[in-house]
Nanobody, 125 residues
Framework: RWTVVESGGGSVQAGGSLRLSCRGT????????MAWFRQAPGKEREGVAR????????EYVDSVRGRFTISADEAQTTVYLQMNRLKPEDTAIYYC??????????????????WGQGTQVTVSS
């Protein structure tokens, strides 16, 4: 339903910061919820954070709460993930997801309709 494109990944040392961006295009009047997931090698895809596209109701997984911040722009088509105090265990491919409904909490991959291609985040110790 939507085309979702991520940007902003890269490599950083532990303790550093990165900012990811995700823009959704298509039927944006139906674009209500956007989220970030991540998948490390050999692990399942896990939810990191999600937010309503008006910027309200952010939710985080426990492992990133207090370090990561999800936000949305005024056009309600782009969300950002500010990642501070990065740890090696944050290393993963980060995916942006979109849907017309936000789940309770961050949710699961099945809760989201459209996905981006992913962007690599590597944190070295």
């Amino acid at each position: 339903r939507w085309t979702v494109v991520e940007s902003g990944g890269g490599s950083v040392q532990a303790g550093g910061s990165l900012r990811l961006s995700c823009r959704g295009t298509g039927d944006t009047y139906l674009l209500i919820c956007m989220a970030w997931f991540r998948q490390a090698p050999g692990k399942e895809r896990e939810g990191v954070a999600r937010v309503y596209t008006d910027g309200l109701g952010p939710e985080y997984v426990d492992s990133v709460r207090g370090r990561f911040t999800i936000s949305a722009d005024e056009a309600q088509t782009t969300v950002y993930l500010q990642m501070n105090r990065l740890k090696p265990e944050d290393t993963a491919i980060y995916y942006c997801a979109a849907d017309s409904v936000c789940p309770v909490g961050v949710g699961f991959p099945r809760d989201y309709d459209s996905w981006g291609q992913g962007t690599q985040v590597t944190v070295s110790s």
